[in-house]
């Protein structure tokens, strides 16, 4: 705390039987800060966040939120915090004030200050006409705001969002997100936010980690991670041809200057390419091969390609078909999970 | 944490789970249709005497050649046998021409028996004889069979008693029916229960239903309950609010007994203005019996909650336990009838002890001191299984 880091977590690990979900990480986060754990599912960001929000004990290491070792001191942690879970966390058959109030009671709140706060949050995410309604009734977006101000009950100074953004239609997504920026700038609530969705780690924010195999494999703020590749001689290239091959494209993979390669449609292509001769060699390969390159194209970088080119793979092919069925059971449901 | 706090975290969570409950309208059907259908279901399965039984399909055979052109003692017989059954309506006689006949339609299913009255009846009884009287039973039906059997046999037995008194008669006029009756009977058996009247085999399972539904209610709603909201992530909810877990525990198994009070209720009404059972001991008593058989179970219903990962597996687990305990109980069946292996299990269970004291207070008026074992065997096994139970919940919650 003194340090200015109100979430800090060292060497921290976490196995189910064999499987490693969580492999010795460590990181530290800043107070007012939105901290984003960007990985593919499988990827250890879920488990991480349980075990920092005392829902699941490391196997080894530690984790302190605002001091409170998560294990030894769980019951001062939760005081603390706050969690917005994939799974959302409302009951269909209570109305909307029925559950704040149900998770608002098991907080120590006044009663008089909880009625006040219900309303609050209800106005807040504008669902006070709907307060009386059976939550089940709800759209998946009216849900989801349901589900953040239900984390918001006792003024959390930590907010956990796990995959907050998840199966919303865009402007749900867009409406949480800006939420996320609102509470934070306003209320100077540290946000840790796991996702695999892009955008969301770019757009909100302040520093990412990206995750993959329960390593976080890179910590920056998103402009300093993608200087991993603009800095350097590393480019981002996009490629149409028109009678694209599977032939063509395996040739084009072996070439020495690609780094990695990304099928889009059955013209287009991603490439992320090093070295000067890039551009040269890429086009002398098609053209041997009879193939009519259509453009060709220079992009800025994303997380997207930051995370292909130090991980050699997609966010999208997810950890999935690797992991143990074994995983899924005990988390019920990554393979259920839509895009 | 203060127990005061503890209680209050609990009576919140047991209010939203039956507010939930409350607004599960389906699930409220079923509340009240489930009870009604084991009562309906195993009271009228099982007919508490033959008297319920009525127009069984019999066949009559009339083999008897006679003696000297007489067949005087079939004619009687079958004459006093249909003077009986206009009375009773127990039987739908029909003549059928001969014994393998009979056992034709038994095989085709359109009689249920046959009564045959074999070629030397007569001769026999001129010769100072026993006749004998066939009675054909459809072997696949041994409930019926056993009925039929029983039934004609006592009728058969009155009607031979008769004849008797009437040659007594015949050979000392000076007897009247009553002491010609004693020479030809001299026993005479009455039965007295220990309350008045005669108790219906509802009366026998509405207590073990009643103990049954709200013991299991618990043993399988807290299992089911506390699985299905780990899946639908609700859980995660109140393990993340600064409560103790033993409020979650509490507050669910407030939740479901009060779901198996509700269900005993009706079943209670049920058994009272539907099936007429009357309740002879104290009702307050009946309830506390219940509460008593929820505390026992509870640790169970925990144990099983600890090992369960979801809810099809929770459910799976209650059904292979529910029903040998079901039957093993004594329940539907006495225990008494049972093979000594079985007697031995039934022993361990706790519903035994809860339905034979339940049945006790209601059917037979018993107070506190003559169901002091029962009493004792269900705290103590609340008290061991709980012990057990909280250690193996609380690892199971942080895993």
């Known amino acids: 705390m003194d340090n200015g880091y109100i979430i800090e977590v060292k060497n921290l690990t976490k196995n189910f039987g064999e499987f490693t979900a969580v492999d010795d990480i460590s990181f530290n986060v800043k107070k007012g800060e939105i901290f984003g754990l960007l990985g593919p599912n499988g990827a250890g960001k879920s488990t991480t966040l349980r075990v920092l929000s005392t829902l699941s004990r490391p196997s080894k290491g530690t984790a302190t939120i605002g001091g409170y070792d998560t294990v030894k001191n769980d019951t001062e942690v939760r005081k603390l915090i706050g969690i917005v879970s994939e799974k959302m966390i409302i009951y269909n058959r209570l109305t909307a004030k029925e559950n704040l109030w149900f998770f608002g009671s098991l907080f120590n709140i006044q009663k008089e200050t909880l009625a006040k706060r219900i309303d609050d949050l209800l106005e807040l995410v504008n669902l006070t006409k709907w307060k009386d309604a059976q939550v089940g009734t709800f759209s998946t977006g009216m849900r989801q705001r349901m589900n953040v101000v239900r984390a918001l009950l006792n003024m959390p100074q930590v907010l956990f969002l796990d995959e907050p953004t998840l199966g919303l239609d865009p402007q749900s997504s867009v409406e949480i997100r800006d939420f996320i920026k609102k509470l934070n700038q306003e209320n100077g609530t540290t946000v840790i936010i796991t996702t695999h969705m892009m955008v969301d780690a770019d757009l909100l924010c302040d520093r990412i980690a990206i995750v993959d195999h329960g390593k976080i494999i890179a910590l920056d703020t998103s402009t300093n991670l993608k200087k991993i590749i603009s800095g350097g001689d590393t480019m981002i290239i996009k490629l149409e041809i028109a009678n694209l091959t599977p032939d063509l494209l395996s040739a084009v993979k072996t070439l020495k200057c690609i780094d990695a390669v990304t099928q889009e449609n059955s013209t287009r292509v991603h490439l992320i390419v090093h070295g000067e001769e890039a551009f040269d060699s890429i086009v002398d390969t098609v053209r041997e091969r009879n193939g009519k390159i259509t453009s060709m194209e220079n992009l800025q970088p994303t997380l997207e390609d930051v995370f292909l080119h130090i991980t050699g793979h997609e966010v999208r092919d997810s950890a999935d078909q690797k992991m143990p069925t074994e995983h899924h059971r005990r988390f019920g449901g990554a393979p259920k999970r839509v895009r | ?399």
């Open chain 2, 1 to 399: 944490m203060t127990a005061q706090t503890i209680l209050k975290h609990s009576f919140r969570i047991a209010w939203k789970d039956l507010t939930e409950l409350f607004r599960n309208r389906l699930g409220l059907v079923l509340l009240i249709v489930m009870p009604l259908f084991m009562m309906v279901m195993v009271g009228f399965i099982y007919p508490s005497n033959g008297a319920s039984l009525s127009n069984l399909p019999i066949a009559m055979v009339n083999e008897d050649s006679g003696f000297n052109n007489s067949t005087i003692p079939s004619q009687t017989f079958i004459l006093t046998l249909q003077g009986i059954n206009n009375q009773t309506g127990m039987l739908t006689l029909t003549n059928v021409s001969s014994i393998s006949e009979v056992k034709d339609l038994v095989q085709r299913g359109e009689l249920s028996g046959g009564i045959v009255i074999p070629s030397n009846f007569s001769q026999s009884i001129y010769s100072g004889q026993q006749g004998t009287i066939i009675i054909v039973t459809d072997q696949s039906n041994p409930q019926i069979s056993a009925t039929i059997q029983s039934v004609l046999t006592s009728v058969f037995n009155n009607m031979g008693t008769m004849l008797a008194q009437r040659q007594i008669q015949l050979i000392n006029p000076t007897l009247n029916a009553t002491s010609s009756l004693a020479a030809v009977k001299p026993y005479n058996v009455q039965t007295e229960g220990v309350v008045p009247g005669t108790p219906s085999y509802f009366d026998f399972i509405a207590p073990g239903i009643m103990a049954m539904t709200v013991m299991m209610s618990v043993m399988t709603g807290l299992p089911v309950a506390i699985s299905q909201e780990k899946e639908i992530g609700t859980m995660d909810g109140m393990m993340v609010a600064p409560i103790n877990r033993l409020s979650i525990l509490l507050g669910k198994t407030i939740a479901q007994t009060m779901r198996g009070l509700i269900q005993g209720v009706i079943i209670l009404v049920l058994a009272v203005g539907i099936f007429g059972v009357a309740i002879q001991g104290n009702i307050l008593l009946v309830f506390a019996l219940l509460l008593l058989g929820v505390f026992s179970f509870v640790g169970l219903g925990i144990v099983i909650t600890s090992f369960t990962k979801d809810q099809e597996t929770a459910q799976m687990l209650m059904m292979t336990l529910m029903f040998p305990m079901m039957f093993l109980s004594g329940v539907f069946f006495p225990i008494a009838q049972m093979p000594w292996y079985m007697q031995d299990i039934s022993k361990v269970l706790p519903l035994t002890y809860a339905s034979d004291a339940l049945r006790k207070v209601m059917v037979l008026g018993a107070g506190i001191p003559q169901i002091s074992t029962e009493l004792i065997i269900l705290i103590v096994f609340g008290i061991v299984m709980i012990a057990i139970a909280l250690p193996v919940f609380r690892r199971m919650m942080t895993r």
